[in-house]
């Protein structure tokens, strides 16, 4: 890891507007990103983790431009690609590749598995012919599938498999960022590990980061070196992934830890689980959004927005409760 980061996301804001009526008249706007800031190192995973609705796929998908932002800076690199036109945003599109949830949804099943892993290299004139079909079989051979299974079209596979496929894909154009959006939740537990080593493996060969998004804090656990906790829009806290389990500051992340099961019996439950459901992103509450659920709101906490502060070492979170003396509670 370099001190140079990769990728630089700075206050990004994503809001849609809802539009009701015969006239389709605006009616009101979804808060889904507002103003969100992290940074992912050379050979860095950095886990985003929230609940369902929290606009993890929006920051995805406006970091890889599939999505204009509302406003904010994306810096791939040190370039700031936030304004780039589609021709200018090319070179950079082979930087950066998505791995989605659903490995069936993302494959197309009229195409063989062969077919797909060696499009893009077709695409971006890179490999024809015998030259492709190698790379192609070395591709499926660093992703654990066999070279005779390039013949075999989608449904042929298991859903561990599909992913694989889809991670060969993503390889395919020596990415310097895999952006991954769930990719394990839609796979049996029993799988899942065997995806996530198989990405950190791949990592480990070839250097790349990971944007490693999941609503489940035990998947973000094993494969990330820093993880950032998402709610409503914004990241309220921020820490190297040790620093952030053993010392979680922010009630959110503390209740979200709480829910993950845990290997020892006898260490300490930090918080009950909140209650409650989030609230809707398009009127999200003033001051602290998740002053709703807290425990422990303050009046400051129902007028005044936090941002991120410092909390320790490499550690930010973004709470009024945050005064350097310990955790809340
Ligand atoms: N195209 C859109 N138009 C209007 N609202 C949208 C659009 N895309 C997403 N949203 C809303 O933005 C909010 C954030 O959605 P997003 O998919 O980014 O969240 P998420 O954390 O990835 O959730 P999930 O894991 O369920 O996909 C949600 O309230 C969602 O309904």
Redo the contacts with the bound molecule.
């Keep these: 890891m370099t001190d140079t980061p990769l990728l630089e996301v700075t206050d990004l804001v994503k809001h849609?507007a809802?539009r009701g009526g015969v006239l389709r008249r605006r009616i009101g706007t979804?808060h889904?990103v507002d103003g969100v800031s992290f940074s992912v190192g050379k050979g860095e995973t950095l886990g985003l983790v929230?609940e369902?609705?929290?606009?993890?796929?929006?920051v995805a998908r406006a970091v890889l431009r599939l999505v204009e932002p509302s406003s904010g800076a994306i810096k791939l690199n040190g370039t700031d690609i936030t304004g780039l036109s589609k021709a200018e945003m090319r070179p950079h599109r082979r930087s950066m590749q998505i791995v989605f949830q659903d490995p069936f949804a993302s494959l197309n099943p009229r195409m063989t598995a062969g077919d797909i892993v060696g499009e893009p290299l077709s695409v971006h004139g890179l490999a024809t012919g015998r030259e492709k079909q190698a790379r192609v079989a070395e591709l499926f051979a660093q992703v654990g599938l066999r070279p005779d299974q390039m013949k075999n079209y989608p449904h042929q596979f298991s859903g561990g498999q599909r992913q694989r496929i889809c991670i060969a894909r993503a390889l395919s154009l020596g990415p310097s960022l895999i952006v991954c959006d769930?990719p394990v939740s839609a796979l049996d537990v029993s799988i899942q590990a065997q995806v996530i080593n198989l990405l950190i493996d791949l990592q480990r060969k070839h250097g790349f980061s990971y944007l490693f998004i999941a609503?489940d804090l035990a998947v973000v656990a094993h494969i990330s070196h820093r993880v950032a906790v998402m709610y409503l829009g914004r990241i309220v806290e921020i820490a190297d992934k040790a620093e952030l389990f053993a010392n979680p500051r922010h009630p959110y992340t503390q209740a979200l830890l709480a829910s993950v099961p845990i290997a020892d019996p006898k260490a300490k439950k930090l918080a009950p689980m909140i209650d409650g459901d989030v609230p809707s992103?398009i009127n999200p509450p003033p001051g602290c959004a998740f002053h709703t659920r807290c425990r422990y709101a303050m009046d400051r906490c129902k007028v005044e927005r936090p941002v991120l502060a410092e909390a320790g070492a490499k550690h930010e979170v973004a709470c009024w409760l945050n005064d350097g003396t310990g955790r809340p509670g």
Aim: glycine fraction near 20%; include cysteine; proline fraction near 7%.
């Design positions: 849609y809802v979804v889904a929230g369902s609705g929290c606009g993890k796929s929006t769930e609503h992103p």
